[in-house]
């Protein structure tokens, strides 16, 4: 994506609503400022032209028109000087559309692009041109500026450019009275309220559609969960075999020594007599006649060939006998079990290895984005994928398959083809796109297919944004966000719950344990971060954590989830990394 700077109008006198600070108006949970600075956060320098505004990011540069009040074209002249840049682009957008997406934006910048146009402006659902949010060349902007004798108090008209292009886009209602304000606050109170992470991880067990089940050989689906009871088929052990090294031997020593021996799974020796013993193997089938056997330790041979059991030795019968582990019929383990190698090898141990199974769960993942590269070097704007080539062996953690990885890029119709295409894949796991926001692309785009929404939002920082949804198809979508530490730790936390609710499995039993430096982590809402293990047992967090990137997780053994406002030693609840 070619480079932008970006310009955003803050300083309206907002006559119509008595003179209030209309950027500051809260919609959505966010400032209508926020909504246009989030429109924003590919370019590559921004300026606010308005008010001075202490909580602003360092990063942002602050200006005022002179005099203030003095028009929107005043504002665009004294944004573009403080700029101090030479992207070829610049955005220029009012502080007034709550529902402004960065999807708006990369739309206009490529339009921008591909039409050769000076400008590009956006337009409303009937049609008319919004010229405070546009793409121009900053050459086209600096000669509209110069054309005029005076900026203040001119109409955004006089700066139009005659090569310019309208494009109609959604979600670019401005709000300049107080009904807009309160119709575009009601259309945003509808959301179901955010769950805390047990209350999400209960509502997926317990309402997700379960797969489909069918008979499969169990070596070949790890991570399914038992459609049905295993019970066994044959007795365990199969036949009296030795438990330990030692010797078979038939009543009271001593006992004459006989040369055969019994191996496991070799010939049976043959039947022994009163007072005869033989030596024999652990697992090795013993002889008909055996009454007990004895361990190596327990004896000794004499020069004669007897076998005398050792004094103040314990007497045990280290026979393991047909069945008295398992007996025909017996439960090996419930529905709803795990296919894991002890499942396998537990099961193969009672002459069962194929079984009624669900899953194991088949994933997609959708990394979302035009900033997004996996390979090759990377251009102006454009960041690394540093977590889409991991997330296939972080769900293998987890039982989960991956059928492939793919990169979305940001259209306008990107998000109908993918979930239209979902049916291929029992989870589609999608990163990014999942701001709250009405004009969010991935959530309007889960609407409009009628999805079954079963996880709003979460209250858990990071994490909030994520979203899970069932399609009509039986598909499960979660949608993550994209910040590389979210999405992974999001991940981590939900991955049992979306697996357990798609094969029917059983909920893990949770590691816990106490957090000593709780305190320091905990706030309003329960935060998850990485953890090491503390050398007096339990674990210690990091109180700060860079989000953008999985650094934080280097040297670390886990991640843990904190409760709100927890104390020190609060017991909490510890996700092992993967290694």
């Known amino acids: 994506m070619t480079a932008a700077d970006a310009i955003v109008?803050?300083?309206?006198?907002?006559?119509?609503?008595?003179?209030?600070?209309?950027?500051?108006?809260?919609?959505?949970?966010?400032?209508?400022?926020?909504?246009?600075?989030?429109?924003?956060?590919?370019?590559?320098?921004?300026?606010?032209?308005?008010?001075?505004?202490?909580?602003?990011?360092?990063?942002?540069?602050q200006t005022r028109e002179v005099p203030p009040g003095s028009g929107p074209v005043a504002a665009i002249g004294a944004g573009l000087h403080t700029l101090g840049s030479t992207a070829p682009l610049v955005v220029v957008l009012a502080a007034d559309l709550p529902f402004l997406s960065p999807w708006s934006i990369t739309e206009l910048i490529r339009h921008t692009c591909e039409s050769g146009a000076d400008a590009v402006f956006a337009a409303d659902e009937s049609g008319r041109p919004q010229y405070l949010i546009g793409v121009w060349r900053r050459t086209a902007l600096l000669a509209a500026l110069d054309r005029l004798d005076s900026l203040i108090n001119q109409p955004m008209k006089a700066l139009i450019p005659a090569d310019s292009a309208i494009i109609a886009l959604p979600g670019i209602a401005d709000c300049d009275t107080e009904e807009e304000v309160r119709l575009a606050r009601a259309s945003v109170a509808g959301p179901a309220p955010a769950l805390a992470l047990d209350e999400a991880r209960k509502v997926l067990r317990d309402n997700l559609s379960r797969l489909t089940s069918y008979a499969a050989d169990l070596r070949s689906v790890p991570g399914a969960a038992l459609a049905a009871p295993l019970t066994a088929v044959g007795p365990l052990p199969r036949f009296d075999v030795s438990a330990m090294d030692g010797y078979a031997v038939a009543g009271e020593g001593p006992w004459r020594l006989r040369r055969d021996i019994g191996f496991a799974g070799g010939h049976r020796p043959v039947g022994l007599l009163s007072g005869e013993a033989v030596r024999i193997a652990t697992g090795a089938?013993?002889?008909?006649?055996?009454?007990?056997?004895?361990?190596?330790?327990?004896?000794?041979?004499?020069?004669?060939?007897?076998?005398?059991?050792?004094?103040?030795?314990?007497?045990?019968?280290?026979?393991?006998?047909?069945?008295?582990?398992?007996?025909?019929?017996?439960?090996?383990?419930?529905?709803?079990?795990?296919?894991?190698?002890?499942?396998?090898?537990?099961?193969?141990?009672?002459?069962?290895?194929?079984?009624?199974?669900?899953?194991?769960?088949?994933?997609?993942?959708?990394?979302?984005?035009?900033?997004?590269?996996?390979?090759?070097?990377?251009?102006?704007?454009?960041?690394?994928?540093?977590?889409?080539?991991?997330?296939?062996?972080?769900?293998?953690?987890?039982?989960?398959?991956?059928?492939?990885?793919?990169?979305?890029?940001?259209?306008?119709?990107?998000f109908d083809e993918v979930l239209g295409e979902a049916p291929g894949c029992d989870l589609l796991v999608i990163v990014g796109a999942t701001g709250s926001g009405a004009a969010d692309q991935l959530r309007a785009a889960v609407d409009r297919t009628q999805a079954r929404i079963l996880v709003h939002r979460l209250r858990l920082r990071p994490g909030g944004s994520t979203l899970v949804a069932e399609l009509t198809t039986g598909t499960t979508v979660l949608g993550l966000p994209g910040n590389p530490f979210a999405a992974v730790a999001t991940l981590m936390?939900?991955?049992?719950?979306?697996?357990?609710?798609?094969?029917?499995?059983?909920?893990?039993?949770?590691?816990?344990?106490?957090?000593?430096?709780?305190?320091?982590?905990?706030?309003?809402?329960?935060?998850?971060?990485?953890?090491?293990?503390?050398?007096?047992?339990?674990?210690?967090?990091?109180?700060?954590?860079?989000?953008?990137?999985?650094?934080?997780?280097?040297?670390?053994?886990?991640?843990?989830?904190?409760?709100?406002?927890?104390?020190d030693g609060a017991s909490v609840e510890f996700l092992p990394l993967p290694r």
């Open 9 to 61: 109008l803050a300083g309206g006198r907002a006559s119509r609503m008595g003179g209030v600070d209309k950027p500051a108006i809260v919609i959505g949970g966010r400032s209508m400022l926020d909504a246009a600075l989030a429109a924003v956060a590919k370019c590559a320098h921004t300026v606010v032209v308005g008010p001075h505004r202490p909580e602003l990011a360092p990063e942002i540069k």
């Open 285 to 414: 089938h013993v002889p008909d006649g055996t009454t007990s056997v004895v361990r190596d330790e327990f004896v000794e041979v004499a020069a004669d060939d007897r076998l005398h059991r050792l004094p103040d030795t314990p007497v045990r019968d280290d026979v393991r006998r047909r069945g008295e582990d398992r007996q025909p019929g017996d439960l090996v383990a419930p529905q709803g079990t795990p296919v894991t190698a002890a499942l396998i090898s537990a099961a193969a141990s009672v002459e069962v290895t194929a079984a009624p199974v669900r899953g194991p769960v088949r994933a997609r993942i959708v990394m979302t984005g035009d900033e997004i590269r996996s390979d090759g070097p990377l251009h102006a704007g454009q960041t690394r994928d540093s977590i889409g080539p991991i997330l296939p062996d972080l769900l293998s953690w987890y039982g989960i398959h991956t059928a492939d990885r793919v990169h979305l890029r940001d259209t306008p119709n990107g």
């Open 493 to 567: 936390a939900l991955a049992p719950a979306l697996v357990a609710g798609r094969t029917g499995g059983v909920a893990r039993r949770p590691l816990l344990g106490p957090l000593h430096n709780a305190a320091e982590i905990s706030g309003p809402v329960a935060r998850i971060v990485p953890a090491r293990f503390a050398p007096q047992g339990g674990w210690l967090g990091d109180p700060n954590i860079r989000t953008a990137h999985l650094g934080g997780l280097v040297d670390r053994d886990g991640l843990v989830i904190v409760p709100a406002e927890a104390a």
